[in-house]
């Protein structure tokens, strides 16, 4: 139910955003929301876990100017990402994840996703190690795999906001293919995603048995 020009999206952020004087800043939604790509108006930490549709999912990670527990005046709206299509699953199964049963996890059908969070010997985040799984079918990829920007110096500036903690945010939000170009550009298949689609208002996901088992390093 969340197709092409749709993100599906649990996330992470550094709420309130702080102004310069110090104190926290309520957004143009008249709240305290706040993300790396100031929708409201406020900037702050951002740190995406799971950003995906029907044919994708991906990891982001997004820097700020200024500490995680101060002003951020700028963030890095693009951040630096790793995402299932850049995968290279070896036998029939060639694609991660679609709404068909010719890829390894059927979108059409509840899947699991699983994350480590890994940290250096000082604590340090360094990498997120994701798992999706479906029955009896899954496939892994990591924040370390090959890819543009280097998301380990991401995760490690991230740290710091970990720490001082950060608000669990669940979306379900799109429009025109514009903008969600970023997430379906790297759909395999061009078919899948056609500049003409639009997020339907009926999109839908269902969020279930979340958990975290430990947040120590």
């Given amino acids: 139910d969340v197709p092409c ?20 800043a309520r957004s143009s939604l008249d709240n305290y929301y706040c993300d790396a790509n100031y929708v409201g108006g406020v900037a702050c930490y951002e740190l995406d876990t799971f950003e995906a549709n029907q044919n994708v999912m991906q ?8 500490e995680p527990n101060g002003y951020n ?8 990402s790793r995402s299932t299509q850049k995968l290279d699953i070896a036998g029939v199964l060639s694609r ?7 890829c390894v996890v059927d979108t059409r ?13 000082s604590g340090t985040l360094v990498a997120i190690e994701n798992e999706v799984r479906q029955v009896n079918a899954s496939f892994a990829f ?5 890819g543009i ?6 995760l490690r500036g991230m740290s710091g906001a970990m720490r001082d903690g950060m608000v669990l945010a669940f979306q379900v939000w799109g429009g025109r293919w514009a903008l969600t170009s970023w997430l379906d550009a790297w759909t395999r ?25 430990s947040l120590s390093g």
């Fill in 5 to 24: 020009s749709c993100n599906a999206a649990l996330y992470w952020v550094s709420m309130p955003g702080l102004t310069a004087e110090g104190v926290p």
């Fill in 59 to 66: 990891v982001t990670a997004h820097q700020c100017e200024g």
């Fill in 73 to 80: 005046p700028s963030c890095d709206r693009a951040g630096v």
């Fill in 96 to 102: 991660p994840m679609c709404a068909s049963d010719e």
């Fill in 109 to 121: 059908r509840p899947f699991r996703v699983s994350q480590r969070f890994v940290v250096d010997a």
């Fill in 142 to 146: 990591s924040s370390a795999d090959p």
């Fill in 149 to 154: 920007g280097n998301m380990t110096e991401y």
């Fill in 189 to 213: 298949d061009p078919l899948l995603c056609s500049p003409g689609e639009s997020c339907p208002e009926s999109s839908r996901v269902v969020y279930s048995d979340i958990a975290i088992d």
